[in-house]
Nanobody
Framework: QVHLVESGGGLVQTGGSLRLSCVAS????????MGWYRQAPGKQRELVAQ???????NYADSVKGRFTISRDNAKNTAHLQMNSLKPEDTAVYYC????????????????WGQGTQVTVSS
């Protein structure tokens, strides 16, 4: 009974920018870590960026210096600002959140969005 909805994907040229958004809603008590993952065809899903409840961040080496993850705890949202995009960034991007809800109080569960397509043309 928690839902994550991503938006902001699209088609851009090499060097362009996109801003992804993720909104969590439902029976939420506390959101702990939030993150963005991506999966390209024939590849495993990989972590792109992660942000803790205190604002600490972690990035994949491939996006470090180009992507910035942020969150707004009051709005239960997370964002991924993607600059200097490259063709290898092409993938479906998924929002992930570790959430403690009221029903399972004291237990943290992973929730996933449906994904948003990011395509970077050469």
């Amino acid at each position: 009974q928690v839902h994550l909805v991503e938006s902001g994907g699209g088609l851009v040229q090499t060097g362009g920018s996109l801003r992804l958004s993720c909104v969590a809603s439902g029976d939420i008590h506390t959101i702990h870590d939030m993150g963005w993952y991506r999966q390209a065809p024939g590849k495993q899903r990989e972590l792109v960026a992660q942000i803790g409840s205190g604002g600490n961040t972690n990035y994949a080496d491939s996006v470090k210096g180009r992507f910035t993850i942020s969150r707004d705890n009051a709005k239960n949202t997370a964002h991924l600002q993607m600059n200097s995009l490259k063709p290898e960034d092409t993938a479906v991007y998924y929002c992930n959140a570790d959430i403690e809800d009221y029903t399972d109080y004291g237990i943290v569960n992973d929730w996933w969005g449906q994904g948003t397509q990011v395509t970077v043309s050469s």
